[in-house]
């Protein structure tokens, strides 16, 4: 172990920092696989009915901030890359188990999927939680840590569009299994990626709180974590509809156009303009599936979400970044994260409770995306120039 040599890394895009965001996508991937995939799986194969998923979306919900409040002491006590790896192997454990449950009965095997929701939230939070808080900040330099900050965000975000895309080829073609299966390769790959990376050895803090907020929660962002949260369960009962492998394909087009969109459009725009386009485009978005449901619209209806989750989202991460107090920029990124994965797993659970209306999603969708605007444009954006620190 080289404790004496600590990695200086002029620039941002290196070979470790690669390293971090692969491993970050196919992580993300191996979880996001899952989405359309399990309420088919559910009410197909384990005769377990449609509005029953949705409570494995909670349990997953409610898993994510288990474990959050150690991560600080997790980190200080043990090697920060080991804690996330561990993490990322139990949550790998929890999707193995899955072809197991055909073996027992139908009672015994939803409470076990329950179980098993309930611990790829606690073990996927944390892996995530350690990841964007730690891993991301100390593998960049402080004069590129929110650019750092937003790329590996946005890779994040692409497994939104990438895991699903797989999982549903792969059960349409060769069913649940392989669904493991792949989620397992992905999985696999992403750890292979973290091992990797190179951290330096870093001497634990004499002050260790076994449970805090430290590199979890950001208390004074608590709007911020509303607005993501609102937009997110808007997506999430949006996607809830619209389990086709094309619809997830051009929301990819639709992040890549939102990227192009941050560097030339908004670069210089009102601060204010960003977030408000992105909601604007999510709600028309919304009106299309509402009214055109055929024809040559429903090929906009992805993209333009692409492009208004990928404005919000990004928005949101510089405000909470910016809002920030000294040493809280771990802090404020995993308290992002909490919001958007807590917002997209209820939505999508909200979304499959009211299970095939079409018009009844849209509407709910509808009334969450408008909801998040009007939030922003009256309270938060103005509380937040209030209160920002950077």
């Known amino acids: 172990m080289d404790t004496q040599n600590t990695p200086i890394h002029i620039r941002l895009w290196h070979r470790d920092f690669w390293n971090l965001l692969l491993s970050n996508l196919f992580v993300t991937s191996a979880v996001y696989i899952f989405l359309p995939v399990l309420p088919f799986w559910m009410a197909d194969t384990l005769e377990i009915p449609l509005s029953k998923t949705a409570c494995l979306f909670v349990a997953y919900a409610l898993g994510l901030f288990v474990l959050g409040g150690f991560c600080s002491h997790f980190v200080e006590r043990y090697r920060r890359n080991k804690v996330c790896l561990t993490a990322i192997v139990l949550t790998l454990f929890c999707v193995a188990s899955l072809p197991l449950l055909g073996h027992v009965g139908v009672e015994d095997r939803y409470l076990l999927l329950v179980a098993g929701s309930f611990l790829v939230g606690c073990f996927f939070g944390l892996s995530q939680t350690v990841l964007y808080s730690t891993l991301a900040i100390d593998i960049s330099e402080s004069l590129h840590r ?77 709007w911020l974590f509303l607005n993501e949260f609102l937009v997110m369960a808007s997506v999430g009962i949006m996607l809830s509809t619209v389990p086709s492998p094309r619809f997830y394909a051009l929301l990819m087009a639709g992040f890549f156009l939102a990227l192009l969109a941050e560097r030339f459009a908004f670069a210089d725009a009102n601060l204010r ?26 090929y906009f209806v992805p993209v333009m979400m692409g492009i208004g989750i990928g404005l919000t989202a990004s928005r949101i991460l510089l405000f909470s970044v910016k809002l920030r107090g000294h040493c809280e920029r771990g802090t404020a990124l995993s308290n992002y994260f909490h919001s958007w994965e807590t917002g997209l797993a209820l939505g999508y659970g909200a979304g499959l409770c009211v299970g095939t209306d079409l018009r009844i999603c849209c509407l709910s ?12 444009h009256f309270i938060v954006h103005s509380w937040y120039m209030r209160n920002k620190n950077k």
């Open 146 to 222: 929110t650019e750092a900050n937003h790329a590996i965000m946005w890779f994040g975000r692409f497994a939104l569009s990438l895991g699903p895309v797989l999982g549903l080829f792969l059960w349409n073609s060769y069913g649940v299994r392989y669904v493991v299966y792949g989620s397992l390769a992905c999985g696999i790959t992403g750890a292979l990626f973290l091992r990797m990376v190179k951290f330096s050895f870093k001497t634990p803090s004499e002050v260790d709180s076994i449970y805090s907020l430290d590199r979890f929660l950001l208390p004074k962002a608590a």
């Open 273 to 298: 303009s960003e977030m408000t386009s992105g909601l604007i485009l999510i709600i028309a978005a919304l009106l299309l599936m509402l009214f055109r449901r055929t024809g040559p619209e429903v």
């Open 365 to 376: 969708s509808l009334a969450l995306s408008i909801l998040a605007l009007l939030l922003y």
